[in-house]
Nanobody, 125 residues
């Protein structure tokens, strides 16, 4: 079990940017696949992006490719999601999760995944 603490998020207009961060208290995340998910009311949680352990190719949902970037910090304690050119359809509560399954074409959390507390991202016209 990881204690994940999220930061970032907020209220922006279309085209603006936000950065979300996820830190595992007392752990480094280098050994684990880390993912960002999002959920809107009435819909299932969907995988947005994930970064595999020890390098490899990150995965991005088609809707965010070219706009979002997932990365680790040099201390390997934080995984960030840089979100550029935000759109109203990006509005959701965003969650980070560790560990997850992360391949270059898919991502999935399971019953062993720990979750952050959730962060609201609202993109309004």
């Amino acid at each position: 079990q990881f204690h994940l603490v999220q930061s970032g998020g907020g209220l922006v207009q279309p085209g603006e940017s936000l950065t979300l961060s996820c830190e595992a208290s007392g752990y480094t995340l280098q050994r684990h696949n880390v993912g960002w998910f999002r959920q809107v009311p009435g819909k299932e949680r969907e995988g947005v992006a994930c970064i595999p352990n020890y390098g490899g190719t990150s995965y991005y949902h088609d809707s965010v490719k070219g706009r979002f970037t997932i990365s680790r910090d040099k201390a390997l304690k934080t995984v960030s999601l840089q979100m550029n050119d935000l759109k109203p359809e990006d509005t959701a509560v965003y969650y980070c999760a560790v560990p997850i399954r992360c391949n270059d074409d898919s991502m999935q959390a399971d019953g062993l995944s720990s979750w952050g507390q959730g962060t609201q991202v609202t993109v309004f016209l």
